[in-house]
Structures are given as C-alpha cells and as structure tokens.
C-alpha cells in the first residue's frame, strides 16, 4: 500500500513539474517591447519637454499599453541630467541606455536639434528608428550650404529619423512669406523654442510675428508621435524588430492624424508643412493670429488672413498655441 501511494505521488509530482513547464514556454504570453521618450524635463524648455512627455504617456495609455498584440512599456529620459538646459552627457547617456535594453525598439527624441545631433548617431548605429516631435534642424535630414548633413549622423550608413514637426526651410520660407506681406519682424521659433526666438527681436522694427512649428500644442507633437511608433509596431507584427519597425516608420504615407494628414519622405521629413505665425507680446501668443501658405525655396509663395483667433489672450502657452491659427505650405 505504502508502495502504491509513493508511487502515486511520484506520478502527482511529475505531472505537476510538466504542467509548470509547459505554463513557462512560449504561450506566456505576449512579447513586450521598449520605447524611450527623451526630452527637456528641467530648464527652460521643461514646458514643452513635460508637454511632449505628457502626450506620449496620453497615447500609450489610450492603446492599452499595447501595439495590437505586443505589449509596450515606456522609459521617459531627461536630457538636461537636472540642468537649465540639454546636456551632451545626459543626452548620450539617455541615447546609450536606448541601444543597449535589447527590448527597445523606438527612440522618441529630442526636442533640441543639439540634442538629436547627439543622441542620433548612437541611435542609429543600434538601428533603432528615432522620431522626433520638435527638432527642425535642417541638417538632420537634408544637405546645407554650411556643409552640414545627415551623413555624420548615420554611422550605420541607413536612414533611421524621421520628424513629424517641418524643418527651418520650411519656418523660413514662411517668415519671408509674413515679410513680403509687410508684416514687419518674423523670427522663427526653431526647434518650438518662442523664447529664444523673441530674443532675436530688434527694438523699434514693429511687432513680431513668431513663426513656431508647433500648429497644435507641443503635446499633440508627443501623442503623434507615440501613435506612429504605436501603429508601426502594430504593423511589423509579432516578433517586432528594431529594423522592422523603422521600415514601417520610414514607409509611412498618407498617415491621418490630430495634425493632418502627412507622409514621411525619403529624407525623414514630414510633407506636413504646417506652422503657427504668432503676434507675440512677452511669450504669449495675441489675439490676432495669421495662417501663411508659402512653399519651400523656389516655390511660390503667399499669404492669406484669417479672422482673429478666438480666446487666445495671455493664457498658458500650450492653450495660446493651440488656439492661434495654422500655417499649411504645401
């Protein structure tokens, strides 16, 4: 008898070690995959960065935390290290980080073209696509007069940025557009930066008119650009690899979103050219705002008004921006 249920047990136990092992394999459950957020979140562009932040969070949170089967979990990074503005260690640091967690598949970053020109290389040579929500630099996507280009930020020698916010030609070309217009000082926000750009200012040459690449505010900039890393995840599939789903962020086309319809093109700029002119006072956008249509050098170029903006007045940033017109260059 004793015999018998020993060897009972003996059978309980291994069927309850079988059973264990079976429950560990590969219908755990679904893979989980990595995308790092960095930005501002100290200094003087912690409001956008936070913004940005905020709206990345808004997004995932909206999917589920998953990108169809696969789920995401998110790292956000501070490329100031606690200081008043980027900072080169912080931001490698962050980029480093990135392409060592073999789970990451998505880079979302930076907010300063410094900052991207530092964290890109690194990305790249990991072959981690990098999408960034504010950097207009021309240089990170298209050759320059000054001899700058994206080749030095490729060491892998593939293409893996694309932006969602138009490049300088294209704030440039609307600046010019409000001047022809007699619309006096129109500087231009680069990289969303209204501060630096009001600095630029001269005294006594009319009111500016800023010209931001922020249509929307800057954390519909953060929710866009999770949702396409969210929605190129979902399309590479199970098995979601880092050079999968660059392909689908770079092969993006016709891509409805709160921004407007856009492609991504073959040089990772958005064909989205859509811009905020702003009639500023301090670092509020006014009443009275303009939308510009103008193309990119060699183009065509003009100018149309729109009715004052309603409720603008000096609320917070995002809300002025939000609520200021938009610029659409085709």
Same mark, same amino acid.
């Given at each position: 008898?004793?015999?018998?249920?020993?060897?009972?047990?003996?059978?309980?136990?291994?069927?309850?070690i079988l059973f264990s092992a079976c429950g560990s394999?590969?219908?755990?459950?679904?893979?989980?995959?990595s995308v790092y957020v960095s930005v501002p979140l100290h200094g003087g562009r912690a409001p956008d960065g936070q913004a940005?932040?905020?709206?990345?969070?808004?997004?995932?949170?909206?999917?589920?935390?998953?990108?169809?089967q696969v789920r995401v979990r998110a790292f956000y990074l501070d490329d100031t290290g606690g200081g008043p503005r980027w900072?080169?260690?912080?931001?490698?640091?962050?980029?480093?980080?990135?392409?060592?967690?073999?789970?990451?598949?998505?880079?979302?970053?930076?907010?300063?073209? +410094? @900052?991207? &020109?530092? *964290?890109?290389?690194?990305?790249?040579? /990991?072959e981690i696509v990098q999408v =960034? $929500?504010?950097?207009?630099?021309?240089?990170?996507?298209?050759?320059?007069?000054?001899?700058?280009?994206?080749?030095?930020?490729?060491?892998?020698?593939?293409?893996?940025?694309?932006?969602?916010?138009?490049?300088?030609?294209?704030?440039?070309?609307?600046?010019?557009?409000?001047?022809?217009?007699?619309?006096?000082?129109?500087?231009?926000?680069?990289d969303g930066d209204l501060a630096a750009a009001l600095r630029s200012c001269r005294s006594g040459a009319g009111r500016p008119t800023v010209i931001t690449p922020f249509a929307l505010p800057p954390r519909a900039y953060g929710q866009e650009a999770m949702s396409l890393v969210l929605d190129s995840i979902h399309s590479a599939g199970? +098995? @979601?690899? &880092?050079? *999968?789903?660059?392909?689908?962020?770079? /092969?993006?086309?016709?891509?409805? =979103? $709160?921004?407007?319809?856009?492609?991504?093109?073959?040089?990772?700029?958005?064909?989205?050219?859509?811009?905020?002119?702003?009639?500023?006072?301090?670092?509020?956008c006014g009443r009275s705002a303009r939308t510009l249509t103008a193309r990119r050098p060699g183009g065509r170029a003009g100018r149309a008004e729109l009715p004052p903006a309603r409720g603008a007045g000096s609320g917070s940033r995002d809300r002025a921006f939000g609520e200021a017109s938009r610029a659409d260059l085709p």
């Open positions: 008898m004793c015999r018998a249920r020993a060897a009972v047990a003996a059978v309980l136990l291994a069927a309850a394999g590969g219908s755990s459950g679904p893979e989980t995959v940005i932040a905020a709206g990345a969070r808004d997004a995932l949170a909206r999917a589920g935390g998953r990108a169809g900072s080169l260690v912080a931001t490698a640091a962050g980029a480093r980080r990135a392409a060592e967690d073999s789970s990451a598949v998505a880079f979302i970053g930076d907010v300063d073209s +410094g @900052a991207t &020109r530092v *964290s890109l290389p690194i990305t790249n040579q /990991a =960034s $929500p504010a950097s207009t630099a021309t240089d990170l996507t298209l050759d320059t007069a000054a001899g700058l280009g994206p080749d030095r930020y490729r060491p892998s020698g593939g293409q893996s940025f694309a932006r969602i916010v138009p490049n300088d030609e294209v704030l440039a070309a609307a600046a010019r557009s409000v001047r022809r217009g007699g619309g006096g000082q129109a500087p231009t926000a680069r199970a +098995g @979601a690899s &880092r050079g *999968s789903v660059r392909d689908e962020v770079l /092969a993006t086309a016709n891509r409805r =979103s $709160p921004l407007g319809r856009y492609s991504i093109d073959s040089y990772g700029d958005t064909t989205l050219h859509r811009v905020a002119g702003c009639d500023c006072v301090a670092a509020a």
